[in-house]
């Protein structure tokens, strides 16, 4: 079981990772200063196997690939939203961030519940409830399983 | 069938003659961009994917704008590596210090109607402008085209945004899109297309369809399209052939969704804090104190923009107690301004012009704000912390205005 980290809406990648940190020459620099302007404490009390659970169109903003790669830095398992942004989603994928669409989810967890993630039968179970998600395209998810895009091209040599 | 502007570029660039939304295809790139502060993990994904050359260097771009002039000692890292990676690999095509890169792909000429463009930047969507396809992307996927010059891609469902009519005098392009945003959500175009016609937009010039093109992400678009027309060819500095002529959404396309609005229904807006589509009248905030007022960026640094400010600025003094900052675009929009009078205008009314660049939109340099401060600005984003502390207030407008403003030191 992992714990739920519960974030709002429209959640943006410089609330994930803000501007000034990406200068930072390595990802596991940067990965301390994760969502700091809305939980400083968050990159300290996040453990591995945790999960960020958001509502709708997580990931907005910046094309900026630090965002999935900090979350995923901090052994973030998945994240679960309402919807994604776009670019946030395909780099997620890229990286070998597990990003699942859950509607009901976000409604029925409070900050800080157990959850576990169940990704080839696309079930989420906490407490006594179970929800299922949705799978991602199969383009998408062939790279997820080859453990990002560069894993995957170089599968394709 | 009919087709829309995303569906006719992609058949063409991939040949597959009924490819329609919905269709994962793999398209060819016709030009990539990055940006000095992705440049080094490009570089390292790259290197990790076991590539050797670049696909094509002639088609690459890189531009140096979000640290230049460096403001902490560790930016010129990025220089230094960005220097290794260009003759590393041959690259020709790099600017160090002449002007934002969404403003230099079109201006320089690296971007022309019916071109499928990437870059390692979110507002890559602004080269819709000319008709190009053109999105953004993280630095591993930019490593994936730098190495095979293609990228698969979902065709997008398109959003047909009409607007007829004559604007009213003091509304620019970026009320529109401001006005579009706030209508459709901060998600409200996820995965889609923008497409923009209307007599209003075949009126606009090109800088300011930039503008509405710019913006497009803030609604979550992948990105926006106006059809190539004569005003287009003048700016591209090219002849329009039939193909990129036709690049006009077909009456009979499918769009998942309309909208129209009337041109003599907009107002001046603003996005107010901390969401681009958190849109209200500038007479709803009127005489609201401000500290600062930021004209320049991506979205509004272009040479109209700052005659728009001069104009109004002109035989006027920006309030004491008020920061105004002018940053050109590029370097070419900056040297228009000083031989046209116009930075003599703004510097008469006390503006602070500085070198072109990304400047303050990215909150590195140039007038970073703290706690409890208030700016007007004219960029693109307004996220908690864009521009300093993550307790500033940050109110999005159009030159117009932000100049207003600037004059009364209050919202106005």
Redesign the interface.
């Known amino acids: 079981m992992g714990t739920i980290f519960r974030f709002h809406t429209?959640v943006?990648t410089?609330?994930i990772i803000?501007?000034?940190y990406?200068?930072y020459?390595t990802i596991d620099e940067m990965k301390a200063h994760t969502f700091e302007?809305?939980d400083p404490t968050f990159a300290e009390r996040v453990k591995v196997g945790d999960y960020v659970v958001a509502a709708?169109?997580f990931g907005?903003?910046?094309?900026?690939?630090?965002a999935p790669s900090v979350l995923k830095a901090l052994g973030v398992k998945a994240v679960i939203a309402k919807?994604?942004?776009?670019?946030f989603y395909?780099?997620a994928i890229?990286?070998g961030l597990p990003v699942i669409v859950c509607r009901e989810l976000y409604d029925a967890v409070e900050d800080q519940d157990e959850m576990e993630l169940y990704l080839d039968q696309g079930i989420i179970k906490t407490g006594d409830k179970e929800f299922s998600c949705t799978r991602l395209?199969a383009?998408m998810q062939k790279i997820l399983d080859q453990g990002?895009?560069?894993a995957s091209?170089?599968e394709e040599? | 069938m009919g087709a829309t502007i995303i569906e006719k570029i992609v058949r063409r660039n991939t040949g597959i003659e009924n490819a329609k939304a919905g269709d994962i295809v793999t398209v060819n790139v016709d030009r990539v961009m990055i940006h000095d502060i992705f440049i080094p993990f490009v570089k390292e994904k790259f290197e990790e994917m076991g590539f050797t050359k670049l696909w094509d260097p002639d088609k690459v771009v890189l531009i140096y704008d979000h640290l230049v002039p460096a403001s902490q000692v560790d930016d010129t890292r990025h220089f230094r590596i960005g220097n290794e990676f260009v003759e590393k690999y041959g690259m020709k095509n790099i600017h160090r210090s002449d002007g934002i890169c969404h403003q230099l792909m079109t201006e320089a000429g690296y971007v022309k109607p019916g071109n499928i463009v990437f870059g390692t930047d979110s507002h890559t969507t602004t080269y819709g402008c000319v008709g190009a396809f053109s999105s953004g992307v993280g630095y591993t996927e930019m490593a994936s085209i730098l190495g095979t010059g293609t990228m698969w891609i979902k065709v997008p469902e398109t959003i047909k945004v009409t607007i007829d009519g004559k604007l009213p005098s003091d509304v620019m392009s970026k009320d529109i899109i401001l006005k579009l945003i706030g209508d459709l959500g901060a998600d409200g175009a996820t995965y889609k297309a923008l497409e923009f016609s209307g007599s209003t937009v075949e009126n606009m010039t090109v800088a300011s369809r930039m503008a509405m093109a710019n913006m497009a992400i803030e609604a979550g678009a992948k990105c926006a399209l106006f059809t190539p027309d004569e005003k287009t060819a003048e700016y591209c500095e090219m002849e329009l052939t039939d193909a990129e002529r036709s690049l006009v959404g077909d009456e009979d396309a499918v769009y998942c969704q309309e909208i129209h609005y009337r041109a003599e229904d907009f107002v001046r807006v603003l996005a107010c804090p901390s969401q681009v589509d958190n849109i209200q009248p500038v007479s709803s905030w009127t005489g609201t104190e401000i500290d600062q007022v930021f004209i320049g960026s991506c979205t509004n640094g272009r040479l109209e923009d700052l005659e728009r400010a001069a104009a109004v600025l002109k035989g006027k003094k920006v309030a004491p107690f008020v920061k105004l900052i002018v940053t050109p675009a590029s370097r070419k929009i900056y040297r228009e301004a000083d031989a046209n009078g116009t930075l003599q205008i703004l510097a008469e009314a006390g503006a602070i012009i500085t070198h072109p660049g990304c400047g303050l939109c990215c909150g590195r340099t140039g007038g970073i704000l703290t706690d409890g401060e208030r700016v007007v600005a004219t960029n693109n984003r307004n996220f908690l912390g864009r521009m300093g502390t993550s307790k500033v207030e940050i109110f999005l407008a159009s030159p117009e205005t932000a100049a207003r403003c600037a004059i009364e030191g209050k919202i106005n």
């Open positions: 429209d943006d410089d609330q803000a501007s000034q990406l200068l020459p302007s809305l709708e169109n907005c903003g910046s094309s900026r690939e630090q919807s994604f942004a776009r670019i395909r780099n890229n990286i395209p383009q990002g895009l560069i091209l170089n040599e």
